[in-house]
C-alpha cells in the first residue's frame, strides 16, 4: 500500500494538471457566481435586506431545495472537467515516459509493471476524483460563507434562513457519488486511453479518438449498421440510467411548490452495482489495463 500511495503522489508531481484544473474552473465558477451577486447586492430594488424578506416568506423545505440547487449546479461542470482532465492525463501517463526515456529510470527500480500501470489506474479513476470532490466541497462551502455574510449584511439569521434548512451530507453525498460513479462508469475509456499511452510511439490524442469516428463511419457505410456506435456511445445513458433514479413526483409541482428535495433520493448505488454495463465496463478496463503492462514491458520508446 505504501508502495502505491507513492506511486500515486509521483503522478500529481508529474501531472500538475490534476490539481490545477478542478482549482482554477472552481475559482472561475465561484467569480461567475460572485459578480452578479455583487451587483445584485449593489442595486436598490435587490439589497441583501430584500433577499432576507424573500427567504423569510419562503417556507424552509422551499429554501432547502433552493440552497441545495444552487451548491449542486457546479457539479455538472465539474464532473466534464474531470472527465477531460483524466482523458488527457491518461493518454501522457505512459507516453511521456517513454518519450524522455524516464521509464528506463523506473524500470530500474523494485517496481513491477502492473504496479505502474495498476497507479496509473488508481490515480484516474480514484485520486483525481477524491480532488475534483475536495476542490467541489470547497467551493459549496465558499458559497455557503457567502450566502451567510448576505444575510447577516441584511440583518437576517443565518443560522434560521441558511443553515437551518442545509444538510451538508445530502450536498455532499450526493456531489462523491456523482463523481465517483461517473469515474466507475468511465473505467473503459480510462483503460482505452491508457493502452493508447502504452502503445502508439507517436500522436496518441489521434490514436485514442480517431478509432470512436472511423469505425461508426465505416460500420454505417459499408454494413448499413450501427453496432459499434450502439455500444460504445450507448454505455453512458444506460450506465447513467442504471445509477440514478428519476421520479417526477419528488420534484415540485403546482400543488407544493415549495416541496423539499433529498438529493440522495435520486441515487441508486445498487443499480449501479448491479448493473451489467458497469461491470462489462470494468471488465473492458481489466484487458486494456493488461494490454498496457504487457506493451509497457517491452517497448520503450516514443517517437518525439
Known amino acids: ?65 433552493g440552497i441545495n440547487g444552487l451548491l449542486l449546479a457546479p457539479v455538472g461542470l465539474i464532473n466534464l472537467v474531470l472527465f477531460f482532465t483524466v482523458f488527457f492525463y491518461c493518454l501522457d501517463a505512459l507516453y511521456s515516459e517513454r518519450k524522455d526515456r524516464s521509464v528506463l529510470f523506473w524500470r530500474s527500480l ?30 459549496q462551502v465558499l458559497f455557503l460563507i457567502v450566502a451567510t455574510m448576505v444575510i447577516w449584511a441584511g440583518s437576517g439569521d443565518a443560522g434560521k434562513l441558511i443553515w437551518g434548512p442545509l444538510s451538508l451530507t ?5 456531489s462523491a457519488y456523482t463523481l465517483f460513479a461517473s469515474s466507475l462508469l468511465t473505467l473503459p475509456f ?46 453512458f445513458p444506460r450506465a447513467y440510467s442504471a445509477s440514478f433514479r428519476f421520479d417526477p413526483e419528488a ?28 461491470w462489462a465496463g470494468v471488465a473492458v478496463a481489466v484487458g486494456f489495463g493488461a494490454l498496457a503492462v504487457y506493451m509497457r514491458r517491452y517497448r520503450t520508446e516514443a517517437d518525439a
Open 170 to 174: 445530502q450536498v455532499f453525498g450526493f
Open 190 to 235: 480510462i483503460g482505452w486511453f491508457i493502452a493508447c499511452s502504452s502503445l502508439v510511439k507517436k500522436a496518441p490524442f489521434l490514436w485514442a479518438v480517431l478509432p470512436f469516428l472511423l469505425i461508426p463511419l465505416l460500420e454505417q457505410l459499408i454494413f448499413s449498421s450501427r453496432h459499434f456506435a450502439n455500444i460504445v456511445f450507448g454505455h
Open 1 to 65: 500500500m505504501g508502495r502505491m500511495l507513492m506511486l500515486v503522489r509521483r503522478e500529481f508531481w508529474e501531472h500538475r494538471s490534476l490539481v490545477v484544473a478542478p482549482a482554477v474552473v472552481a475559482g472561475l465558477i465561484f467569480l461567475g457566481a460572485l459578480i452578479p451577486l455583487v451587483i445584485g447586492l449593489a442595486s436598490a430594488e435587490v439589497g441583501a435586506s430584500g433577499m432576507v424578506a424573500a427567504l423569510n416568506i419562503v417556507p424552509s423545505q422551499g429554501t432547502a431545495t
Open 110 to 139: 523494485p517496481i513491477t509493471d502492473v504496479e505502474t500501470v495498476v497507479s496509473k489506474f488508481a490515480t484516474a479513476a480514484i485520486a483525481a476524483p477524491l480532488v475534483f470532490f475536495a476542490v467541489l466541497a470547497l467551493l
Open 251 to 278: 420534484l415540485p409541482s403546482e400543488d407544493d411548490p415549495f416541496r423539499g428535495i433529498d438529493p440522495t433520493e435520486f441515487i441508486d448505488m445498487m443499480g449501479l452495482l448491479t448493473s451489467v454495463n458497469t
